[in-house]
């Protein structure tokens, strides 16, 4: 959202914009069976529940196997997916993690400086051309991403999280204190219709919200710590996490031409490794990436704030998607079967990470793809979306027509207009030619800047953008001009954020 908040937002990092992209057949996701997950040991002298007794005998002896043993997987897919995810953990380059590597990151960090960002970066990251500690921050985000879809991890607060299981895992929940397999429908509805706490699920009884609560189960649901509104009713949300982290979410009402559409950009990290120059969130560094139940979360809060059921989705917000591409897809599919969001109504945005869109062309979803490109070159995207140096224009653009190729499915594309910087007639005369080439019959979404602190950039003028905008229309390119919205609320990706946390929060209202 680093570009403001328009009625289709995008961008990794939520750093432009996209709402629903193109129209698309409704398709369901393939059904993907999940695993049940451990919670943590039960307090001293209760007795363990037998299933995950079970599952951490099956964890032992994948150990005494041997270190390098693979836990066993739910599908094909899901395998896949994480095969996929060490190629692109391999893809950002080999990193040495000797003494020597690191001690030079901390004297890099100590030459630059006190830093402004938010929150701090990792150790050597800096400002300027992508680097050895990019690659590192990168593939840290990518392994926590394969290390949470092994193991679903519950952050803070400990017990089993019912938000985002499916009915089977809630059924053994259930089982594992003596309760028959339909409280588990009764678990799941309570927590759509809006329960913040165990004790709030009343289709339960007394003595068994006590149980579960005194077990650690709790609904998954974060706290509203923050919220601003703009006049043309766009509302961010600052919502904190078990951890003491805050993430942000957006809700961005508008009338259609038949019925009145809510749309809500999503967050998918805490915070951003890929730091792209002109994004709040690109700004700060990253802390973790999200769990699907955190990711839903957003969209029940949104609907809940409005009054009013949410219509379209867009992972835009902060981080890269494509970075938490297992919590991602896990959360898109709550989001289309049980929240009944159709999955053309969801686009998910990404800056590029290798191998990562040739994936989501083979799963074929019927969702919408949005490339953030801003430039119609390798030298100026380098200096706009430094990963750019790692994963170059032409290597995007050739998983662009390999995405077309297997899904069938056009690509967005959104351009962010930085005054003086790539906003020229000649860079979008360039941007044309460039598309043409591909044949992708893809979309470009135009997004005039929204201002972030910290930043050299400027908005553009109004006639710079209407003469961007002309040139591409003329070279015979689909075009829309997203019209900012939420300017008056801190709305560019990351900026509420940033105003408000430097570090997880001292104290904090631990969420039910």
Known sequence: MGAGLQPKLAGPGGSDGGE???????????????????????????????????????????????????????????????????AEVAAFGSASSSQATAAAAAAAAAAAGPSATVPPRRAGVTDGAWDQQDELA??????????????????????????GRTQEELAALMAAVGQPAYRAKQLRDGVMQGARS?????????????????????????????????????????????????????????DGADRKRLTVCVSSQVGC?????FCATGKG????????????????????????????????????PLLNLPSVMRAHDILNKEIGIGARHITISTVGVPNAIQRMGRLQLQSTLAVSIHAPNQALREQIVPSARAYPLSALMADCQEYF???????????????????????????GAL??????????????????????????????????????????????????????????????????????????????
């Open 273 to 277: 490794p890929m730091r792209c120059t």
């Open 138 to 163: 990168v593939r840290e985000a990518l392994e926590d991403a394969e290390k949470l879809d092994r193991q679903y991890l519950k952050y803070g607060g400990g017990g089993e999280v019912i938000l």
């Open 435 to 512: 598309l043409r080439r591909h044949d992708l019959r893809s979309h470009v979404n135009v997004i005039p800047w929204n201002p972030v602190d910290e930043s050299e950039f400027q908005r553009p003028s109004r006639r710079a953008v209407q003469g961007f905008v002309a040139a591409l229309e003329a070279a015979g390119v689909p075009v829309s001009l997203r019209n900012t919205r939420g300017l008056e609320a801190a709305a560019a990706c990351g900026q509420l954020r940033n105003q408000h946390q430097r570090t997880p929060l001292p104290s904090f209202a631990l969420p039910a």
């Open 198 to 254: 165990v004790h709030d699920i009343t289709t339960l009884s007394k003595d068994l919200r006590s149980q579960l609560a005194e077990q650690g189960v709790r609904t998954g649901r974060s706290v509203l710590h923050h919220s601003v509104s703009s006049p043309d009713g766009t509302r961010k949300f600052l919502l904190q996490l078990a951890d003491g982290r805050v993430v942000e979410t957006v809700g961005i009402p508008a």
């Open 405 to 431: 190729r297997l899904s069938g499915r056009r690509v967005t594309f959104e351009y962010t207009l930085l005054a003086g910087v790539n906003d020229s007639l000649a860079h979008a005369h360039e941007l």
């Open 20 to 86: 629903g992209g193109s129209r698309v057949q409704r398709q369901a996701l393939p059904q993907r069976r999940r695993r049940a997950v451990l919670g943590p040991p039960p307090p001293p002298g209760t007795q363990q529940p037998r299933w995950q007794q079970q599952q951490q005998q099956q964890q032992q002896q994948q150990k005494s196997r041997g270190s390098n043993a693979a836990e066993p997987l739910s599908s094909p897919a899901r395998l896949a997916l994480t095969a996929a995810v060490a």
């Open 285 to 320: 560094g990253f802390a973790r990436n999200l769990l699907p139940h955190e990711i839903v979360d957003q969209v029940l809060t949104v609907q809940e704030q409005f009054g009013q059921r949410v219509s379209n989705v867009v992972f835009m917000g902060m981080g890269e």
